[in-house]
């Protein structure tokens, strides 16, 4: 089934549907992981954003119900140069087709996916409208130009969970035992307790904390620091998420009212948002960075990581104060890719060191939380 993508500047480029007719609108960016494209689909940060994965061959090894990062596809569509049918894998239990038709998502691919990357490396991520329905490139150019972008929109709201749970046995369990999060008690006996703020997290990121043996409870994003405070938590970690981070005054403002109160770990998004509660801006990038291969540099050891990561917008440093500082590094464009204010056990990063997908260089992010919680409560 032909389909058309159809960018807001005119450029258009031909594909076919192989998950049936629709449409879908929104900021076309590109991912360059070699494998993982289900945690892509299910990471909550793509929401309002159309996937092009720069790998040619995808669906090879199916979809599996192990994998996935979160309850449900978040992404407005999919791209692909090529889909293969034919999936082979010991773990798979239905194909990538299947799973995309399931969820309602668009999957187009025999499209010139290394048109579509370079395209946006000159001009920059920017929105789009892919469909089946509509053979008139002037009318879906239009519909793209109208369509609303990612700058000012709060989407954390339309991904984070509407009720607090923790995590056991690889998957959410409901902690509500009451109206009053209060009643949860404390933690057992030596256990540290996390609270995460979710704005669009990754379930990987439970995975790791319980593997630690920590116990995370995970509230949305709209909690406030009394709601958070009377779990009685070791420590707070903020999500990665989804839209523009200047749009959410409302998390900003919770994590500022944590600030030496309780260590805070954030990630992506969360990071952001720790800059902006640290006194800085953000700003959208031109393109972003999308993918499991981006080199990042650790300034305290001089070490160099392959990070996974998702995110179109970053810190401005220049409004940070002497108190807080520039940990990491991107060395395809030296954007802040960490911050640290050791005098309230605060840090963050740009990056995804619970990969998924991606390699497992910063996991080690987690330890060093865990060891600024049991220094701060010595």
Request: charged share 25%.
């Amino acid at each position: 089934m032909k389909a058309l993508i159809a960018f807001e500047d005119g450029k258009v480029f031909e594909g076919h549907s192989f998950t049936g007719p629709g449409e879908a609108v929104g900021e076309v960016v590109f991912n360059t992981a070699m494998t993982g494209y289900q945690e892509v689909l299910t990471d909550p940060s793509y929401k309002g954003q159309i996937v092009t994965m720069t790998y040619p061959l995808i669906g090879n090894y199916g979809v599996n119900s192990e994998d996935i990062e979160s309850s449900t596809i978040h992404l407005e569509a999919f791209v692909i140069r090529e889909y293969e049918a034919e999936y082979s894998n010991w773990r798979a239990e239905e194909s990538l087709r299947e799973y995309l038709v399931r969820h309602g998502v668009l999957g187009i691919h025999q499209v010139d996916t290394r048109a579509i990357t370079r395209h946006i490396r000159l001009k920059g991520a920017m929105k789009a409208v892919i469909s089946t329905d509509v053979s008139d490139p002037a009318t879906l150019v239009e519909k793209a130009r109208l369509a609303p972008g990612l700058e000012g929109r709060d989407l954390v709201k339309e991904v984070t969970t509407k009720n607090p749970y923790t995590w056991k046995d690889d998957r959410p369990l409901d902690v509500v035992v009451s109206k009053r999060m209060a009643d949860v008690g404390p933690p057992p006996k030596g256990t540290i307790r996390v609270a995460c703020i979710d704005c669009g997290l990754k379930y990987n990121q439970l995975r790791i904390f319980t593997k630690k043996g920590v116990e995370p409870i995970v509230f949305p994003c709209t909690v406030t620091p009394d709601e958070i405070l009377a779990v009685s938590p070791h420590g707070c970690f903020v999500s990665n998420g989804p839209g523009d981070p200047a749009a959410l005054p409302y998390i900003v403002d919770t994590v500022k009212s944590l600030l030496g109160k309780l260590p805070i770990f954030g990630i992506c998004l969360g990071h952001q948002i720790l800059g902006q509660a640290l006194g800085a801006s953000t700003y959208k990038l031109k393109f972003g960075h999308h993918g499991a291969n981006q080199p990042v540099k650790d300034l305290s050891t001089g070490k160099i990581e392959i990070t996974s990561q998702n995110h179109g917008f970053a810190v401005d440093q220049s409004a940070l104060g002497e108190d807080v500082r520039v940990t990491h590094i991107n060395l395809n464009d030296n954007t802040v890719e960490g911050i640290e204010a050791p005098d309230i056990s605060a840090f963050s990063v740009q990056y995804h060191p619970e990969n998924a997908p991606g390699p497992h260089d910063s996991e080690y992010l987690f330890d060093r939380f865990l060891k600024k919680i049991r220094s701060f409560w010595e």
